[in-house]
């Protein structure tokens, strides 16, 4: 009976036809992971935070992969202040930094349309959205409702 490489092909193609099945085990990034609770901590590390219905995106590039999404720009209308100077109804323009290493995290994706609790640095005309590592959170979501109450706690 040959040995050869026979297993190591046979191994080659599991492998392949995993990938293809299930494309999230052959991811090589990793999204962030959402505690139960909101970590206030975290909220220090940024001079902003807002709830943003998101109205317009522009992609700096276009990347053959969703999630290796490209640098951005966004344009949106903060629907609630948690921290910062912008208030309800006022329009906010970010752009994701682009300066930042990966270190194997999936980079921040948005959509149009859909409203976001943001957490941003920077000030003037565009504030800076960090790209990777950002506890960004969709309304729809299941953290969302829990994370704006534990940030308003305090202000009750």
């Known amino acids: 009976m040959p040995t050869g490489p026979r297993p190591f092909l046979s191994l080659i193609s599991l492998s392949l036809v995993a990938a293809f099945l299930f494309p999230s085990i052959a991811r090589a990034c990793k999204?962030?992971?959402?505690?139960?609770?909101?970590?206030?901590?975290?909220l220090h590390g940024y001079a902003h935070a807002y709830v943003v219905r998101v109205s317009r995106l522009t992609n700096a590039g276009t990347s053959g992969q969703s999630q290796y999404a490209t640098p951005f720009s966004f344009e949106g209308m903060v629907m609630r202040t948690i921290k910062g100077p912008r208030r309800a109804g006022e329009v906010i323009r970010g752009a994701t930094t682009s300066n930042e290493e990966a270190y194997a995290r999936c980079p921040i994706s948005l959509e149009e349309?859909?409203?976001?609790?943001?957490?941003l640095n920077g000030s003037g005309s565009t504030y800076a959205l960090p790209r990777y590592g950002s506890l960004y959170v969709s309304a729809d979501q299941p953290e969302f409702e829990g994370y704006m109450a534990d940030l308003t706690k305090g202000s009750q």
């Open 113 to 119: 349309g859909k409203t976001y609790l943001l957490m």
């Open 31 to 42: 999204d962030r992971m959402y505690p139960a609770t909101f970590p206030v901590a975290e």
